[in-house]
């Protein structure tokens, strides 16, 4: 008999922190960068994990799990591949949505903004930073497509392995490079005792940052 478990009894208390507004930076970019940085010295398990949601143009939602590779003042950075379902729905549709959940730390952040294709300049550098498996990789998927098996994959990566065995420059292949999410909102929540939850959010208006406090 399978085991029946009452989802609704699973709780949680939230009372590691608060978030108060005389305690945050003005810029939201610079606040994330301080969570980020309080998310990895807690050691929490990939802090750059964050959800990724697009909108299809028949208006469907999806989100899938990315990781943040880049962050400055001009915005949250990842690398995918440009013909995946992702690259289709941001081609059809720049706008998107990041979730970031450290449950260590009792926090989410969300992102929402405008995305655009970063520089050949910048995907090419990330591309060559990256391990030789991980280049291959790359090449060897087609992502979001339909294959056959996983032996698709496992041929393609050999083929690839055989054919830049002694070869030490590997060059990005054009359909794979670097986004960037501009924000002109970012949220912060904190979790707080009987679910009376911190959400401040930073809106962005005229090139400045105002901040302003939710309720729960």
């Not at 995946?84 to 959940?101: C, H, V």
């Not at 591309?127 to 497509?145: D, I, M, V, W």
């Not at 055989?162 to 929540?189: S, T």
């Amino acid at each position: 008999m399978t085991k029946q478990t009452d989802i609704g009894a699973i709780r949680a208390e939230y009372e590691m922190g608060q978030l108060d507004e005389g305690d945050v930076l003005p810029d939201a970019v610079a606040q994330f960068q301080k969570w980020f940085d309080e998310a990895l010295d807690r050691q929490v398990m990939e802090p750059n994990a964050m959800a990724l949601s697009t909108v299809s143009a028949t208006g469907r939602p999806s989100s899938r799990i990315v990781l943040l590779k880049q962050l400055d003042e001009s915005g949250f950075g990842f690398f995918t591949n440009y013909e995946s379902q992702k690259g289709t729905e941001l081609a059809g549709n720049p706008y998107a949505a990041l979730l970031f959940f450290w449950p260590e730390l009792q926090r989410q952040v969300r992102v929402s903004g405008r995305v655009e294709k970063m520089i050949d300049e910048l995907s090419d550098r990330y591309f060559q930073s990256r391990p030789k498996g991980s280049k291959l990789g790359a090449l060897a998927s087609p992502q979001s497509r339909q294959i056959t098996g996983r032996s698709v994959l496992d041929n393609r990566l050999a083929e690839l392995e055989e054919q830049y065995q002694n070869v030490a420059y590997i060059p990005r292949p054009p359909h794979w490079g670097g986004y960037r999410l501009v924000p002109d909102l970012v949220e912060f929540w904190q979790g707080r005792g009987s679910r009376l939850h911190d959400r401040l959010v930073y809106e962005k208006q005229d090139g400045q940052w105002t901040i302003k406090r939710l309720a729960p």
